[in-house]
Structure formats: structure tokens, C-alpha cells
């Protein structure tokens, strides 16, 4: 499966985003989505993520009110809705996807290229 982020770019503190994930290739069952950010010299760290059955969602307690993470499974796509942007908020965004390999009923993750969201002040 591939995974293709889209949607980022420069807002101002206040402002709002919708990030794209979108998901291609049939040979993959996935289980769980999810975003990620990462800043330059820091860990990659969990935004939030959706289940694929139950669409249980999970979120960093700095997404919480602010961020929505939400799936179209008819277009293989994820989203993430991002309000109230802080300049803290800059970063990398990378969107991921977890499941099984079909060819070898094993559990993999992959990982899209990333989309930088600036917030200026």
C-alpha cells in the first residue's frame, strides 16, 4: 500500500487545515490509521489515530478539541482537521497506516512522505 499526504502549507495561529491521507494498493488489509508529526531533531510523535472497523479514534492531549482525525473508506482516505492552529503546531505531519501484508498474514506499517504545516504567529 501507498500512502500520499496532502493539504499542508502556511496558515496563521487561529487558522484552520484539513490534511489528505490517501491510501492506494489492494494487497494490504489495514487495521488502524493514523497521524504523526515530527519537528527537526525530535521523535516522531502520535497526533491521532482512527481504527478502520469501529472508527474509535485516539488523540495526543494537544489535539484534543482542537483536531479531528476522520476516514472515507468509500475513497480509501484520511483526514485530519486541524483548528485553532498554535505555532507550536509546526511540523512535519506523516500519516500511517497499520495491517496485514495479505501475500504473508503479517502485520506491517507503512508511512507516507510527509506534509510540512507551518504556523506563523
Known amino acids: 500500500v501507498q500512502l500520499v499526504e496532502s493539504g499542508g502549507g502556511l496558515v496563521q495561529a487561529g487558522g484552520s487545515l484539513r490534511l489528505s491521507c490517501a491510501a492506494s494498493?489492494?494487497?494490504?488489509?489495514?487495521?488502524?490509521m493514523g497521524w504523526y508529526r515530527q519537528a527537526p531533531g525530535k521523535q516522531r510523535e502520535l497526533v491521532a489515530t482512527?481504527?478502520?472497523?469501529?472508527?474509535?479514534?485516539n488523540y495526543a492531549e494537544s489535539a484534543k478539541g482542537r483536531f479531528t482525525i476522520s476516514r472515507d473508506n468509500a475513497k480509501n482516505t484520511m483526514y485530519l482537521q486541524m483548528n485553532s492552529l498554535k505555532p507550536e503546531d509546526t511540523d512535519v505531519y506523516y500519516c500511517?497506516?497499520?495491517?496485514?501484508?495479505?501475500?504473508?498474514?503479517?502485520?506491517?506499517?507503512?508511512w507516507g512522505q510527509g506534509t510540512l504545516v507551518t504556523v506563523s504567529s
Open positions: 500511517n497506516a497499520g495491517g496485514v501484508a495479505l501475500e504473508t498474514a503479517r502485520y506491517l506499517e507503512v
Open positions: 494498493g489492494s494487497r494490504f488489509s489495514i487495521v488502524t
Open positions: 482512527i481504527t478502520n472497523g469501529d472508527g474509535r479514534t
